[in-house]
Every structure is written in C-alpha cells, then in structure tokens.
C-alpha cells in the first residue's frame, strides 16, 4: 500500500498569498497517478489536478500541481477567499487507491 | 454532465448490514470508460477508499474492508451498490459514490450513514 503523507497539517496564509502543499509517497507512484482534491465543509471532494499536473475541467490555472521523484507538490499562487479549504493527495495508481490525510489552508 | 446521487438507510444498527445505492445520470455504468467507486470519510476525519467495480462486473476492495464489502451493477438501472457486513460504530461515515475516470472526476454529494443502537 501507498502512503501518502501531506506537509504542513495546517497552512495559515492571507488572500493574496502563495500556498504550497506538500504530499510525499512511501514508494513510486505509477505513471505519475496522483491527483490533488479540494474539500469544503458539508461538501463532496473537487478534483483539482490530476496526473499529477494536469489541472480538471474549469479549475483555474492559480492551482498548479508538480512532482519530483516521489514528492509532489499542489501551488495556489495567489489565494482567493474561496480556496480556504481542506486540500487532500490521492494515488490512484495502485491499489488499493490512497489518501493524505489532508492539509487545511486557513486565513491568517 | 454525469451527475451521481447516493441514496440508503441512515441509520444502521450494530451488527446488520448497510446497503447504499448511487443512481447514475449524464452517463452509463456500462461504458468502459471508468471504475464506479465508494469512498467514505468519518465525522472530522480523511477519505478512506472502500472500492469499485468496473462494467465489465469486475470489483476491487480495499483489503481493509474486504472480508466485508460487495459492491454490485445494475445495468438496467444505470446504478451500482454497496453492501457492507457486520457493521459497527467505527463505519459511521459520509459515504460517496465516485466515477474514476481522470482520478475521482466525478462525486455525489454524499449521504451520511451512522451506526448506533
């Protein structure tokens, strides 16, 4: 199994700020599988990025996601007042499919 | 636009069984093109991927949970199921059903399942 573990637990930022999220896996990950999702309290999971930096249909190209090795890294680079939210790393490259156990981005 | 909607008991007692069902709209359980999933998420807590099952009828669980779960197509009703056994407070959960296409591309909105007596 693929563990993903995502840094900080916590990011304390402004509107306007850079945010970078960080999510490590224990081994490679398939084909670059990872896909970076948006979640707000009382709603289902946003597919933000997917192949690791291709980003989903309609999500704007602030969110940006990279990898290098076995760390991959989700960057918002000017935050919205609408991108205060929990950010979650998925593999969906093996099996069984993985979570990171999220990292919130919260305002300052 | 493929829309998914979770629909069940949310209310299940110790020791029975749960069983979900995620009607599909704006596409088709049978194209080949993605895996049909749940996941779920406990109150305060991250996702936990429980399976899916492919058009074909093939499945696939997360070893976790697998002693306990089915997940199950049903074509003419462009739905897929789940079934999980034996069910105790640590299952309570919002449990989705997702399309994996591009990654989970598509989500329901979720329904919220608790264990309690």
């Known amino acids: 199994e693929i563990v993903l573990t995502q840094s900080p637990g916590t990011l304390s930022l402004s509107p306007g700020e850079r945010a970078t999220l960080s999510c490590r896996a224990s081994?490679?990950?398939?084909?670059?599988?990872l896909a970076w999702y948006q979640q707000k309290p009382g709603q289902a999971p946003r597919l933000l990025i997917h192949g690791a930096s291709s980003r989903a249909t309609g999500i704007p190209d602030r969110f940006s996601g990279s990898e290098s090795g076995t760390d991959f890294t989700l960057t918002i680079s000017r935050l919205e007042p609408e991108d205060f939210a929990v950010y979650y790393c998925h593999q969906y490259g093996g099996s069984p499919r993985t979570f990171g156990q999220g990292t919130k981005v919260e305002i300052k | 636009q493929v829309q998914l909607q979770e629909s069940g008991p949310g209310l299940v007692k110790p020791s029975e069984t749960l069983s979900l069902t995620c009607a599909v709209s704006?596409?088709?359980?049978?194209?080949?093109?993605?895996?049909w999933s749940w996941i779920r998420q406990p109150p305060g807590k991250g996702l936990e991927w429980i399976g899916y099952?492919?058009?074909?009828?093939?499945?696939n669980y997360n070893p976790s949970l697998k002693s306990r779960v089915a997940i199950s197509l049903d074509k003419s009703k462009n739905q897929f199921s789940l079934t999980l056994t034996s069910v105790t407070a640590a299952d309570t959960a919002m449990y989705y059903c997702?399309?994996?296409?591009?990654?989970?591309?598509?989500w329901g909105q979720g329904t919220m399942v608790t264990v309690s007596s």
């Open positions: 081994q490679s990950v398939t084909s670059n599988y």
């Open positions: 099952i492919y058009y074909s009828g093939s499945t």
């Open positions: 704006g596409g088709s359980v049978s194209s080949s093109c993605c895996f």
């Open positions: 997702a399309r994996e296409g591009d990654a989970f591309d598509m």
